[in-house]
């Protein structure tokens, strides 16, 4: 594990063919429910997916229908009521230390810095104080705060106590990110940076994403394969694949993406009875 | 200090009338002289306010010393300069000094022990749920409980002296130290607490890196609290039952009719507890943990 951490990344500049890339998170007729005053409310329905390795995917839907419940069973703070859920080839069974976890909260700590923000996952795995404050100013760097190692959360603007956020969850090198809807709170522009930010490093670290977000663009943009899910009890309605050409600029609009865009929006409307009103 | 001069600040840039001079010399930290005006109306009613209750004190020590016996009876109530001359022999020969550090003992010792008690059982509790549940109701019980109402079984159970007050102090501060962290620890929110999970934490690691210091405001409010309620404990404690201490000087003198020594001794108990709180509270307000 620490070997893994200190070890630098292979750069990696073509992303391999997703399709050949062994599956990373397999969900096999998933169901959670959640019980409150008596009452169980079914957040996943006998869903199945299939992430492989280096793969980018989205999963969009009517809010509520359960897409966060699939993060946190996927990330090991939940377990499933029925059916199987494998990551790596194994059952998951417990808390999932091979993903890395970044919501729409920061979850800084504000009494840290930022570089002792950014080192806390390592010094958590008992990397040694030189180690992982090297590697924590290596990503801090990477992520374009070099300046700010010294200052407090508080001291940042929203835009940059996420790239600490996302530099924090990078640290110790993750094979997985899950995103609940990172960038939701962010204005227009920041948004653009950061995911811009995000797809470049998740080439370079080969990383596998399931980003969870109501933002069509950002999912077209970003996302190798988009799963738009239903309302709760949430199903899969259909499973979309975005062309994504290398060296493509992702904040620039493609017309292809439109043709997307409208058949997702439809196959939402549709589900949500929008399309009636 | 320094968050009095803070809270005063928006107020004093930009003006209306302010030429943009003014302005920059405000922001140039050299040109200080701009500010001495307000600090000097700061400093005026700071002044005002600690004259005013000077004055006050003055007055009521001036009526008590004045009284007509026929008003104030002195056997029973003595008058300021007795218990000022009480309290300058007292100091001479070292009792008070003796009595206070027996008295501040228990105070500290029991601080300590019903802290790190309280800290602990709140920081299971309060991380986790099951054992929250079970165990804090029973805690609630006993909070609701007047602890005074222990001590004849404490006198019982360990005799009458130190040890005794010790432990009633301690499971008095328990309390506060008890909710401070419970309270404290549940407040964090579950994203960071997921996120030390997911960097494979161990309980005692989140403990220690983030329930931890995010209790520390709500510790320090606790500590506040739990000061002046050692003094009120350990001091009740020796005044039922002990031989040494300040409250045992109280009651001694109350005892054989010396209103004088009663007072001295309450006024030394109040200078001391107020300069322990006083102290507590310097070197707490400087934190700015939360989360």
């Known amino acids: 594990m620490n070997a893994a951490i200190s070890s630098l990344v292979p750069e990696r500049s073509v992303r391999p063919d997703p399709h050949r890339q062994p599956v990373a998170i397999a969900f096999d007729q998933v169901s959670k429910g959640f019980r409150s005053h008596g009452r169980v409310t079914q957040a ?6 299939e992430v492989r390795r280096g793969a980018f995917v989205s999963l969009v839907g009517p809010s509520g229908s359960g897409k966060t419940t699939l993060l946190n069973l996927a990330a090991g703070l939940l377990r499933a009521d029925a059916g199987r859920l494998e990551y790596g080839g194994a059952n998951l069974t417990g808390p999932n230390t091979q993903v890395g976890y970044l919501t729409q909260d920061d979850a800084l700590l504000p009494w840290r810095s930022v570089l002792a923000n950014v080192a806390l996952p390592l010094e958590v795995r008992g990397v040694g ?28 603007s929203g835009g940059m106590r996420k790239r600490v956020a996302l530099a924090r969850t990078l640290v110790y090198h993750p094979e997985t990110l ?44 970003l996302s190798d394969t988009i799963v738009v899910f239903s309302r709760r009890p949430a199903r899969i309605l259909e499973t979309f694949e975005v062309p994504q050409p290398a060296g493509r600029d992702i904040l620039r609009p493609r017309a292809a993406d439109e043709q997307i865009y409208l058949k997702i929006w439809d196959l939402l409307a549709d589900d949500s009875d929008l399309s009636d009103a | 200090m320094s ?45 005002a306010v600690r004259l005013a209750q000077i004055g006050i004190v003055a007055i009521v020590l001036c009526a008590w010393q004045f009284a007509p016996v026929a008003l104030l009876d ?13 309290i300058f ?20 010792v029991g601080l300590l022990a019903g802290g790190l008690a309280g800290i ?36 019982v159970w360990f005799g009458i002296g130190l040890f005794q007050e010790t432990i009633f102090t301690a499971i008095v501060v328990f309390f506060f130290f008890f909710y401070s962290s419970f309270n404290g620890a549940r407040s964090v929110p579950a994203a960071l607490s997921n996120m030390l999970i997911l960097a494979g934490g161990s309980q005692w690691q989140r403990v220690r890196l983030l329930y ?58 109040l200078l001391v507890s107020v300069s322990v709180s006083g102290a507590v509270l310097i070197l707490g307000g400087r934190s700015r943990w939360s989360v």
């Open chain 1, 44 to 49: 996943l329905e006998n869903v199945s997916l």
């Open chain 1, 129 to 156: 104080r030189p180690e992982r404050l090297a590697a924590a100013r290596r990503i801090i760097a990477r992520v374009g705060l070099k300046d700010f190692e010294k200052h407090f959360p508080a001291q940042l």
């Open chain 1, 178 to 221: 899950l995103l609940d809807e990172p960038f939701s709170a962010l204005d227009a522009q920041t948004r653009l940076v950061i995911q811009k930010q995000l797809r470049e490093l998740v080439g370079e670290l080969g990383l596998t994403v399931l980003l969870v977000t109501h933002d069509l663009h950002e999912a077209i943009a």
């Open chain 2, 3 to 47: 968050s009095r001069r803070i809270a005063l600040e928006p107020s004093n840039r930009g003006k209306p009338g302010d030429s943009r001079d003014n302005r920059a010399k405000r922001s140039d930290p050299q040109a200080r002289s701009e500010r001495v005006p307000r600090n000097r109306r700061l400093f005026g009613d700071w002044l």
């Open chain 2, 74 to 86: 002195d056997t029973l109530a003595s008058r300021p300069t007795l218990i000022a001359a009480q």
């Open chain 2, 89 to 108: 022999k007292w100091l001479t020969i070292g009792v008070l000094q003796q009595e206070a550090w027996f008295t501040l003992c228990a105070v500290a």
């Open chain 2, 120 to 155: 602990g059982a709140g920081m299971l509790a309060g991380t986790m749920p099951m054992l929250g549940r079970l165990i804090e109701p029973p805690v609630k019980f006993l909070f609701a409980l007047p602890k005074i109402a222990f001590v004849p079984l404490f006198i």
């Open chain 2, 212 to 269: 931890l210091p995010a209790s520390v405001g709500w510790l320090l409010a606790g500590l506040r609290l739990a000061i002046p309620y050692a003094f009120v404990s350990a001091v009740s404690a020796e005044v039922i039952s002990s031989q040494h201490g300040l409250g045992n000087l109280v009651k001694s003198s109350a005892s054989v009719m010396d209103p004088a020594g009663m007072f001295a001794a309450m006024f030394f108990l």
